[in-house]
Nanobody, 116 residues
C-alpha cells in the first residue's frame, strides 16, 4: 500500500496550491479519503474529507470556502485545491485512506508554507 503526496511548496499569502495523492495497493474507490494537516507544535487536524460513494465532502470551518477536495477513482488520486492561503495554513499535509473496521493508510506528507 502506498499513498504518495505531491504539490506542496512555498506560496505567498493569498496564493493557491493543488495537492495530489496517488494511491496504490488497495481498492481506492471503496475508501473514504481525507487530507489532514499538522503544524509544528500542534496536533494533526482534518483539512478535508470525501466519501467513497457519492463524493460527499466535509471541511472544518477554518478552510471552508477556500479548500476543495476531489477524487478521481479511475486514477486512484485525491486532490486538495487550496485557495486564498493564509500563514495559518502552513503545515505538513497528509493523505489518509479510511475503510470502516480496517487500519487507516497514511502518506508521508507534503509541506505547505505560506509566507511573504
Amino acid at each position: 500500500v502506498q499513498l504518495v503526496e505531491s504539490g506542496g511548496g512555498l506560496v505567498q499569502p493569498g496564493g493557491s496550491l493543488r495537492l495530489s495523492c496517488v494511491a496504490s495497493g488497495f481498492t481506492f474507490s471503496r475508501y473514504a479519503m481525507s487530507w489532514y494537516r499538522q503544524a509544528p507544535g500542534k496536533e494533526r487536524e482534518l483539512a478535508a474529507a470525501i466519501t467513497s460513494v457519492g463524493g460527499n465532502t466535509v471541511y472544518p470551518d477554518s478552510v471552508k470556502g477556500r479548500f476543495t477536495i476531489s477524487r478521481d477513482n479511475a486514477n486512484s488520486t485525491v486532490y486538495l485545491q487550496m485557495t486564498s492561503l493564509i500563514p495559518e495554513d502552513t503545515a505538513m499535509y497528509y493523505c489518509n485512506a479510511h475503510y470502516p473496521g480496517r487500519n487507516d493508510y497514511w502518506g508521508q506528507g507534503t509541506q505547505v508554507t505560506v509566507s511573504s
